[in-house]
């Protein structure tokens, strides 16, 4: 039992959660609910793929996490290294297999650009300054892109794309502070690491300003309803402000963990938010 949650554990169960209603709420904005065998394909290529993403960065990540997360299941011998490469070659697969079931369009953002995106970001990108944070959260936002692609309507979810794009560029940043430590250790070359913590918070606080301010403007311009406003100020702009104040307050690598699990919450918020804002009539 305790080998098959570590197993299970590896894929970051509650990532690929995140992923999948992503790809449901899509489905609902575009009220494309009942092309089920569409949604449902594309909802498997972005849980297998992110799951082959977790595992695979796992993997290269073990001597880091030693230091920064050393209960992570490869770090505790729960599973092994071999086991791990093997899962994320075949979820790999699996994702790209699915794509191929889909409208070209969604194909080629999953295959050509996803995909290796997924796997050069483990291997080269991670430990470059800014690079490695833009393409993970290059990475998040193209989840609605594909999506709706996948269902037909691409152009309607960029606004989502955006904002996910926006608020994982804010706690990749401040996962980076909260990592230093073992990220120094093997020489990667975060942004917190080249430009100092304190840079990195601020630049943190001017991310969480534009994408604050940014957030709401399909409210004001109509594109969504009150109740994307409500979800927005409580789930996004709160959490954003807090980020901001901390900065000004207390710039350690502790409230930088502490933030990193906020702004999670924050990016669930803002799935919710966009949805709640679509339907017309409450």
Same mark, same amino acid.
């Given at each position: 039992?305790?080998?098959?949650?570590?197993?299970?554990?590896?894929?970051?169960?509650?990532?690929? %959660?995140?992923?999948?209603?992503?790809?449901?709420?899509?489905?609902?904005?575009?009220?494309? /609910?009942? #092309?089920?065998? !569409?949604?449902?394909?594309?909802?498997?290529? !972005?849980?297998?793929?992110?799951?082959?993403?977790?595992? *695979?960065?796992?993997?290269?990540?073990?001597?880091?996490?030693?230091?920064?997360?050393?209960?992570? $299941?490869?770090?505790? +011998?729960?599973?092994?290294?071999?086991?791990?490469?093997?899962?994320?070659?075949?979820?790999?697969? &699996? +994702?790209?297999? @699915?794509?191929?079931?889909? %409208?070209?369009?969604?194909?080629?953002? =999953?295959?050509?650009?996803?995909?290796?995106? /997924?796997?050069?970001?483990?291997?080269?990108?991670?430990?470059?300054?800014?690079?490695?944070?833009?393409?993970?959260?290059?990475?998040?936002? @193209?989840?609605?892109?594909?999506?709706? =692609?996948?269902?037909?309507?691409?152009?309607?979810?960029? &606004? $989502?794309?955006? *904002?996910?794009?926006?608020?994982? @560029?804010?706690?990749?940043?401040?996962?980076?502070?909260?990592?230093?430590? +073992?990220?120094?250790?093997?020489?990667?070359?975060?942004? $917190?690491? !080249?430009?100092? !913590?304190?840079?990195?918070?601020?630049?943190?606080?001017?991310?969480?300003?534009?994408?604050?301010? +940014?957030?709401?403007?399909?409210?004001?311009?109509?594109?969504?309803?009150?109740?994307?406003?409500?979800?927005?100020?409580?789930?996004?702009?709160? $959490?954003?402000?807090?980020?901001?104040?901390?900065?000004?307050?207390?710039?350690?690598?502790?409230?930088?963990? #502490?933030?990193?699990?906020?702004?999670?919450?924050?990016?669930?918020?803002?799935?919710?938010?966009?949805?709640?804002?679509? %339907?017309?009539? %409450?």
């Amino acid at each position: 039992m305790k080998s098959l949650l570590a197993h299970i554990r590896i894929l970051r169960p509650l990532n690929l %959660i995140i992923g999948a209603v992503a790809v449901i709420v899509t489905a609902s904005i575009l009220n494309k /609910m009942d #092309q089920v065998s !569409v949604w449902f394909t594309a909802l498997g290529v !972005v849980v297998f793929s992110n799951a082959a993403a977790n595992v *695979l960065n796992d993997y290269f990540d073990q001597e880091i996490d030693r230091i920064n997360r050393p209960n992570r $299941p490869l770090i505790t +011998g729960d599973v092994k290294s071999r086991t791990a490469l093997l899962l994320a070659i075949i979820f790999f697969t &699996i +994702g790209a297999i @699915l794509s191929f079931t889909l %409208i070209s369009t969604a194909t080629i953002i =999953a295959v050509v650009i996803a995909l290796p995106l /997924m796997i050069f970001y483990s291997i080269w990108f991670k430990g470059m300054p800014l690079i490695g944070n833009i393409i993970i959260s290059f990475i998040l936002g @193209l989840t609605f892109l594909f999506a709706g =692609a996948a269902l037909g309507d691409l152009k309607t979810m960029i &606004i $989502p794309a955006i *904002l996910a794009f926006g608020l994982t @560029l804010v706690r990749e940043l401040v996962k980076d502070i909260s990592d230093i430590e +073992g990220d120094s250790k093997v020489n990667l070359r975060t942004f $917190p690491i !080249v430009a100092g !913590v304190k840079s990195a918070w601020n630049l943190a606080s001017v991310f969480s300003i534009f994408i604050g301010i +940014g957030a709401i403007i399909p409210y004001i311009t109509e594109v969504y309803n009150y109740w994307y406003l409500l979800f927005v100020i409580i789930g996004v702009e709160i $959490p954003l402000a807090l980020t901001v104040f901390l900065t000004m307050k207390s710039s350690t690598i502790t409230t930088a963990k #502490q933030v990193a699990k906020l702004l999670k919450f924050s990016t669930i918020a803002g799935v919710l938010a966009v949805w709640l804002g679509s %339907i017309n009539g %409450i």
